[in-house]
């Protein structure tokens, strides 16, 4: 393994989605200006910090939905740039809400310019859409 110890590769085996999320909160993009160079970024940062064996990938999970990164085919990783209107708020919820016939997590990644109350909003449908015990739909600001 690279950088993961043993206890690390227990937690990731154990809750991928969680372990997932600590490393995109601690992940800090430099000089990434398009939505190419985020993923790059983002998947060099996770081959550095997740078990060998793990997969990270671009990808399809069903039919037209796509993802921005795929791990290990249980934690999907979407972009969503500048959040800062009601139409792409809209847009993004619809986007998400695809994600329902899946069976994995979703951390949603929001890039740029967020606005504060469209953020919040999308938080209030995230918790809607979650179970308290187990949930979903994460989001990660940067």
């Given amino acids: 393994m690279r950088?993961?110890?043993?206890?690390?590769?227990?937690h990731y085996t154990f809750n991928k989605s969680r372990y997932v999320l600590s490393l995109l909160e601690d992940w800090q993009p430099?000089?990434?200006?398009?939505?190419?160079?985020?993923?790059?970024?983002?998947?060099?940062?996770?081959?550095?910090?997740?078990?060998?064996?793990?997969t990270v990938t671009s990808g399809d999970l069903a039919g037209p939905l796509r993802v921005d990164l795929l791990i290990d085919g249980e934690v999907a990783v979407d972009f969503s740039f500048d959040l800062n209107a009601k139409p792409k708020l809209r847009k993004?919820?619809?986007?998400?809400?695809?994600?329902?016939?899946?069976?994995?997590?979703?951390?949603?990644?929001?890039?740029?310019?967020?606005?504060?109350?469209l953020k919040e909003d999308l938080r209030s449908h995230l918790k809607a859409m979650n179970n308290a015990m187990f949930p979903r739909f994460f989001i990660v600001e940067k």
Wanted: charged share 30%.
């Fill in 3 to 10: 950088e993961v110890d043993q206890s690390n590769a227990l």
């Fill in 92 to 117: 993004l919820l619809e986007r998400i809400r695809r994600y329902r016939t899946w069976e994995g997590s979703v951390i949603l990644v929001l890039i740029g310019d967020t606005d504060p109350s």
């Fill in 30 to 54: 430099l000089q990434c200006r398009t939505k190419e160079d985020y993923r790059e970024s983002l998947y060099d940062n996770l081959r550095a910090h997740l078990p060998d064996n793990a």
